[in-house]
T-cell receptor, first 111, second 114 residues
């Protein structure tokens, strides 16, 4: 089945630094989604990408749908303490309803 | 307020007992989903339903059952056949049953089987 490799697994950064994380897939996806999850809560959608090459921003967050359709990245600029959490990528291929999720990137921001 | 509600937030059960997790949405969404999340893992799909009175198995359906008698409700039963039921369970929904729809998640239920 489809597999997603998300990296890094965890990051420890200082407030104000920029952050970058990415996901790569073993197969082509038509949709890439990025979610953030706070401890004990459900994931919240940050950015949705639907076209290869698409670059989309949401405030300090920017995500891109890779040209090969097998990867995506998420950048966070000027990190703040409330950016702490687990960030998940998710992808969907074809007309399949199923989303494949990465294992998440745990972000810790030191004030 | 519109949204997805899951209750209870924490649930404890003895081994061998069936337990039902609630998921309700007042968003008038057509499709609903159940995921399981284990520490350090991504979400894995248990069951999904695109329309009332219809549902399909996901990747890890064994030991679980669902029903979709009403559009707004998609309860998940964790049966005694599920070998390792302790996990965080997440319900999600999408506005239509179009595959490209974005999934929105509820707050989750943490099930602990003692």
């Amino acid at each position: 089945g489809q597999q997603l490799n998300q990296s890094p697994q965890s990051m420890f950064i200082q407030e104000g630094e920029d952050v970058s994380m990415n996901c790569t897939s073993s197969s082509i996806f038509n949709t890439w989604l990025w979610y953030k999850q706070d401890p004990g809560e459900g994931p919240v959608l940050l950015i949705a990408l639907y076209k290869a090459g698409e670059l989309t921003s949401n405030g300090r967050l920017t995500a891109q749908f890779g040209i090969t359709r097998k990867d995506s990245f998420l950048n966070i600029s000027a990190s703040i303490p409330s950016d702490v959490g687990i960030y998940f990528c998710a992808g969907r291929g074809g007309s399949n309803y199923k989303l494949t999720f990465g294992k998440g990137t745990l972000l810790t921001v030191n004030p | 307020d519109g949204g997805i509600t899951q209750s209870p937030k924490y649930l404890f059960r003895k081994e061998g007992q069936n337990v039902t997790l609630s998921c309700e949405q007042n968003l008038n969404h057509d499709a609903m989903y159940w995921y399981r999340q284990d520490p350090g893992q991504g979400l894995r799909l248990i069951y999904y339903s695109q329309i009332v009175n219809d549902f399909q198995k996901g990747d890890i359906a064994e030991g679980y059952s669902v029903s979709r008698e009403k559009k707004e409700s998609f309860p998940l039963t964790v049966t005694s056949a599920q070998k390792n039921p302790t996990a965080f369970y997440l319900c999600a929904s999408t506005p239509t049953n179009v595959a490209s729809d974005t999934q929105y998640f509820g707050p989750g239920t943490r099930l602990t089987v003692l």
